[in-house]
């Protein structure tokens, strides 16, 4: 087994862990039969990165990358239904919902329709996802603000901080290794954001007991 094929399954069994997290949000939501405590944006929003990354794996052939974002999508539409039906605003959570699927509409149209396929399409494409990953990863920057404001870790979740290091260093370096900057340059991010994490877990005190928490997971 070469270092390439070692890569690829390390991406494999973190990302799809990753995206497994998602689960403790539904088990709390069956049991109990609400969604309040859950928030739904975060499913949307990895679905839909799921979904470009899905296509840029397709028209690039590449195994590892179309694996991963098909489990994903897959287990991000089961969480997405899932709040549909505990949800109390159906009505915002449906038409956030016929926003995503209008966006994708667009994105298919331009991306297969208008652009002439080949490496134009492919790079663009690998723009479009590499700057909407970045972006995910960035956006939970203020949490990071309100921690170091109160001194308290409680918000952090250490696993799913281990879970995000390990997966973004996996998909840095295999990006590297095929040397796919549109693979390689988003996932660093999620490198910084972990290791501000785990100086955040030093710096104000051991780990607490882990809460259910559900956020972005690249790739």
Not at 11 to 31: E, H, N, P, Q
Not at 157 to 171: E, G, I, M, P, Q
Not at 175 to 197: A, C, E, F, H, K
Request: hydrophobic residues 50%; proline residues 3%; positive net charge.
């Amino acid at each position: 087994m070469d270092f390439l094929e070692v890569l690829s399954w390390a991406c494999i069994v973190f990302t799809v862990g990753m995206f497994s997290t998602g689960l403790t949000d539904l088990k709390k939501m069956r049991a109990t039969q609400s969604a309040e405590s859950v928030q739904f944006l975060p499913f949307l929003t990895t679905c839909l990165n799921n979904l470009g990354w899905l296509y840029y794996g397709l028209l690039k052939h590449d195994g590892t990358v179309i694996l991963v974002n098909a489990i994903g999508a897959s287990l991000q539409s089961l969480y997405i239904f899932t709040y549909l039906i505990y949800a109390i605003n159906k009505r915002r959570v449906a038409i956030q919902t016929l926003v995503m699927v209008c966006v994708l509409c667009v994105a298919w149209v331009y991306f297969s329709v208008i652009l002439p396929h080949g490496e134009s399409q492919l790079s663009q494409l690998g723009l479009f996802c590499s700057v909407f990953t970045v972006s995910m990863y960035l956006s939970p920057l203020t949490d990071l603000v309100e921690i170091v404001r109160t001194h308290s870790v409680e918000r952090l979740s250490f696993s799913l901080t281990v879970a995000t290091f390990f997966t973004s260093a996996s998909w840095t370096l295999y990006g590297l290794q095929l040397q796919d900057y549109y693979i390689m340059v988003p996932n660093t991010p999620g490198i910084i954001t972990s290791l501000i994490r785990f100086f955040l877990f030093w710096r104000f005190g051991a780990v607490s007991k882990d809460k259910p928490s559900y956020k972005l997971l690249q790739i």
